[in-house]
């Protein structure tokens, strides 16, 4: 069974940085993509970033493009994201998520608990 566990939320002010941890258990980690998306209260999940097996390959959502790094460690088994330059519009709970194939575009089939960022004003 597929087990992702995030890491590394927290609260910070606007301007600050975070970085999200990911540990992936259960399938071959390098050989799938790997993604992040977010829900803030009362609105729906949306993508963040994705990246593919070997690195190679990474897609942002516009709202973070510039401001956000993807990124991934095969020999740990973990994906990360690298927040900058956060706004309060960042807050929200984070998940990671994996996909069924080695590149982008294949959706994802197993989600983490999530990890709330909180973004003050």
């Known amino acids: 069974q597929v087990q992702l566990v995030e890491s590394g939320g927290g609260l910070v002010q606007a301007g600050g940085s975070l970085r999200l941890s990911c540990a992936a258990s259960?399938?071959?980690?390098?050989?799938?993509?790997m993604g992040w998306f977010r829900q803030a209260p009362g609105k729906e999940r949306q993508f963040v970033a994705a990246?593919?097996?070997?690195?190679?390959?990474?897609y942002y959502a516009d709202s973070v493009k510039g401001r956000f790094t993807i990124s991934r460690d095969n020999a740990k088994n973990t994906v990360y994201l690298q927040m900058d330059s956060l706004k309060p519009e960042d807050t929200a709970i984070y998940y990671c998520a994996s996909s069924p194939g080695k590149e982008l575009g294949y959706g994802y089939d197993y989600w983490g608990q999530g990890t709330q960022v909180t973004v003050s004003s």
């Open positions: 990246i593919s097996w070997s690195g190679g390959s990474t």
């Open positions: 259960g399938r071959t980690f390098s050989s799938y993509a």
